[in-house]
Nanobody, 122 residues
Framework: QVQFVESGGGLVQPGGSLRLSCTVS????????MGWYRQAPGKQRELVAV????????NYADSVKGRFTISRDNAKKTVFLQMNSLKPEDTAVYFC???????????????WGQGTQVTVSS
């Protein structure tokens, strides 16, 4: 079965940076378009970035465009999210999972990891 290990979160001041990692096992990672999702307290989970299976196509939610960069290393079965110029509204638990490269949701693997907490606060 699919397993996710997300890491890299933490407490950071507004304007700071973090780099998240997610290592995936149990699926053919190199065949999968992957995405980073986030869920803030009291809100629905939202998709913020996607990357095609080969890494050649990326897309972002408007709220993070120009600040976040998604990348992947298929040899290590890992997807990354570089987050710069962080804002308090970026505070959430961040998860990785499969997604459509068009930013549609609904094709995740059916299970989720624990996520990694990102808190942006002064």
């Amino acid at each position: 079965q699919v397993q996710f290990v997300e890491s890299g979160g933490g407490l950071v001041q507004p304007g700071g940076s973090l780099r998240l990692s997610c290592t995936v096992s149990g699926v053919t990672f190199s065949f999968s378009t992957m995405g980073w999702y986030r869920q803030a307290p009291g809100k629905q989970r939202e998709l913020v970035a996607v990357i095609s299976n080969g890494g050649g196509t990326t897309n972002y939610a408007d709220s993070v465009k120009g600040r976040f960069t998604i990348s992947r290393d298929n040899a290590k079965k890992t997807v990354f999210l570089q987050m710069n110029s962080l804002k308090p509204e970026d505070t959430a638990v961040y998860f990785c999972n499969r997604a459509w490269v068009t930013m549609r949701t609904g094709n995740d693997f059916g299970s989720w990891g624990q996520g990694t907490q990102v808190t942006v606060s002064s």
